[in-house]
C-alpha cells in the first residue's frame, strides 16, 4: 500500500524515468504510443530497441524527452566493431542516449582493461550522447561490482546501471547503494529491472539512483497524483 510520507511523494518522478519498451514482441504502435506517453507524463527517456529508434527520434521531435537506444542488448556477447558500428548508427539517427550492455564474461574473466576499452569505444563512436553501461548486477560479486563502476568513470561514460531485466533478478536498493558509493557522485547510476511502483522508484532514489528505468512509468506516476490527492 503507498504511503503519504513526504520521501514517497516529494518531487515529481517523471524527470528520473526512462520509459522503457524492450520486449521482443514489440510493434510500430506501441512505440509510438511509448512516446506519446513519455512526452505526456515528461519522461526523461524512451528506451527502445534499435530496429525502433528512428521511429521514436521522429515521434519525439520538438518535446524534451530524448531517444535512448540500447547496444549489445541485452547478453552483452556482440563483438567490439558491431557494438561500436551500432553505437555510431544510433548516434546519427539522433540517439541522444545509449544503453550498452558489457561482455559480461570479460569482466567474469578479470579482464576489466578489455571491459574498459570497449566502452570506451562505444563512448568515441557516439561523442555526443550519453552512455550508460550495464554491468548486470546479478551475475556480479559486490568487489566486481564496486571495481566495474570504477571502470566506467574511467572510460568517459556517463553512468553505470545495474541490469537488463533480463537477467534472473533486476535492481536491488543495496546494488545502486554500492554503486552510487563507487561512484561518488563522478557518474550517474540507473537502476532498471522490476521497478514497478512508487515506492520501489523512491527507494531506489534514495539509494543512489539518479535515474530509473521501468516499463511501468504510466502507473508509477498515476501512483504519484493518486496519493498527492490523498494528501
Given amino acids: 500500500m503507498l504511503t ?6 516529494a518531487d515529481n518522478p517523471a524527470p528520473l524515468i526512462d520509459h ?49 537506444g540500447v547496444v549489445g542488448f541485452p547478453c552483452g556477447y556482440d563483438s567490439l566493431a558491431s557494438k561500436v558500428q551500432l553505437a555510431a548508427e544510433l548516434a546519427s539517427t539522433g540517439c541522444a542516449e545509449l544503453d550498452m550492455v558489457i561482455q559480461i564474461g570479460q ?44 571502470t566506467v568513470i574511467r572510460s568517459g561514460a556517463a553512468y553505470v546501471k545495474t541490469s537488463t531485466g533480463f537477467g534472473p533478478s533486476g535492481a536491488k536498493v543495496a546494488d545502486v547503494r554500492l554503486l552510487a558509493e563507487a561512484a561518488g557522485g563522478r557518474i550517474g547510476v540507473k537502476a532498471a529491472g ?36 490523498g494528501q
Wanted: charged share 20%.
Fill in 4 to 9: 503519504t510520507e513526504p520521501d514517497i511523494v
Fill in 107 to 150: 569482466a567474469l574473466d578479470g579482464d576489466l582493461g578489455g571491459v574498459e576499452e570497449e566502452i570506451s569505444q562505444v563512448v568515441l563512436a557516439a561523442p555526443a550522447a550519453k552512455v550508460k553501461v550495464i554491468i548486470e548486477c546479478c551475475y556480479l560479486e559486490e568487489h566486481l561490482k564496486a571495481e566495474l563502476t570504477r
Fill in 194 to 229: 522490476g521497478i514497478r511502483s512508487l515506492a520501489e522508484l523512491r527507494a531506489m532514489q534514495q539509494a543512489g539512483a539518479s535515474r530509473i528505468g521501468t516499463s511501468s512509468g504510466v502507473q508509477i506516476m498515476q501512483q504519484w497524483h493518486a496519493v498527492r490527492r
Fill in 20 to 68: 522503457t519498451l524492450l520486449r521482443p514482441q514489440t510493434t510500430v504502435s506501441q512505440i509510438e504510443q511509448l512516446c506519446e506517453e513519455a512526452v505526456e507524463w515528461g519522461f526523461a527517456a524512451v528506451c527502445v530497441p534499435p530496429v525502433f529508434a528512428p521511429r521514436a527520434v521522429n515521434c519525439l521531435y520538438g518535446s524534451e524527452t530524448v531517444v535512448a
